[in-house]
Antibody, heavy 121, light 110 residues
Framework: EVQLLESGGGLVQPGGSLRLSCAAS????????MNWVRQAPGKGLEWVSAISGSGDSTYCADSVKGRLTISRDNSKKMMYLQMNSLRAEDTAVYYC??????????????WGQGTLVTVSS | QSALTQPPSASGSPGQSVTISCTGTSSDVGGYNYVSWYQQHPGKAPKLMVYEVSKRPSGVPDRFSGSKSGNTASLTVSGLQAEDEADYYCSSFAGSNNVVFGGGTKLTVL
C-alpha cells in the first residue's frame, strides 16, 4: 500500500523558514514524480511544486518561486520542501502527492494527510 | 479568485446523475487534454477521480466520468450515492509547467 507521511509543519514568524518532509513507502520511490500541493484554511487547492522521479527536473508555481525549493533523496525515499521568507499567505495545509509516472504530469495520486504551516507573529 | 470556475454547489438525489462544470480558457482547459478531478471529504486529503480529461485511476467507480468541450470540462457522477457527498475540484495544466485549480464544488446528496 502506498503511504505518504508529511512532517515539519508548525508555527513560524513572517520572514522565517521551515523545511517540510514527506516519507514515502509502498512503491518504487525513484520511479515517480512527486508534488507539493497546499490548501489554505477553508479554501481551495493550490499546486506548489513538483520534482521528477530522478530529481533532475523541478517545477514551481510563480507564487512561490525563489522562496520555496523542492528536493528529494531517493536513497531515503524522502521528499522535501524548503520554505524561506515565509508570508502570511503561505499559511496552509501542505500535502505531499505522488505522480503517476517518472516524468511529471499534472495529476496527483495518492495524497498524504498533510501538515499544517501557520505563518503568524 | 481561482483560475478555473466551478459552481459553488451542486446536488442530486440518490440514484440520480449530476454534472459539475469547470470553465477555463484556451490557455488551460481548452489548450490541453490535461484536466483532472479530485474528491475531498471533510477533513480528508483529496483523491484523484479522473485524469487526462476522462481516464479513471484503478479503483474509482465507473459512475464517475469526465469530458471536455472547448474551454469547459465536466465531471458527471451517475447513480448518486450518499458517500459521493464531498467537495470536488477540477484542475488543468496551464502551460509553463503550471497547474491551476478550480474553486471547488460542494456536492450534496439529498
Amino acid at each position: 500500500e502506498v503511504q505518504l507521511l508529511e512532517s515539519g509543519g508548525g508555527l513560524v514568524q513572517p520572514g522565517g523558514s521551515l523545511r517540510l518532509s514527506c516519507a514515502a513507502s509502498g512503491f518504487t520511490f525513484s520511479s515517480y514524480a512527486m508534488n507539493w500541493v497546499r490548501q489554505a484554511p477553508g479554501k481551495g487547492l493550490e499546486w506548489v511544486s513538483a520534482i521528477s522521479g530522478s530529481g533532475d527536473s523541478t517545477y514551481c508555481a510563480d507564487s512561490v518561486k525563489g522562496r520555496l525549493t523542492i528536493s528529494r533523496d531517493n536513497s531515503k525515499k524522502m521528499m522535501y520542501l524548503q520554505m524561506n521568507s515565509l508570508r502570511a499567505e503561505d499559511t496552509a495545509v501542505y500535502y505531499c502527492a505522488k505522480g503517476l509516472s517518472s516524468g511529471w504530469f499534472p495529476w496527483f495520486d495518492p495524497w498524504g494527510q498533510g501538515t499544517l504551516v501557520t505563518v503568524s507573529s | 479568485q481561482s483560475a478555473l470556475t466551478q459552481p459553488p454547489s451542486a446536488s442530486g438525489s440518490p440514484g440520480q446523475s449530476v454534472t459539475i462544470s469547470c470553465t477555463g480558457t484556451s490557455s488551460d482547459v481548452g489548450g490541453y487534454n490535461y484536466v483532472s478531478w479530485y474528491q475531498q471529504h471533510p477533513g480528508k486529503a483529496p483523491k484523484l477521480m479522473v485524469y487526462e480529461v476522462s481516464k479513471r485511476p484503478s479503483g474509482v467507480p465507473d459512475r464517475f466520468s469526465g469530458s471536455k468541450s472547448g474551454n469547459t470540462a465536466s465531471l458527471t457522477v451517475s447513480g448518486l450515492q450518499a458517500e459521493d457527498e464531498a467537495d470536488y475540484y477540477c484542475s488543468s495544466f496551464a502551460g509553463s509547467n503550471n497547474v491551476v485549480f478550480g474553486g471547488g464544488t460542494k456536492l450534496t446528496v439529498l
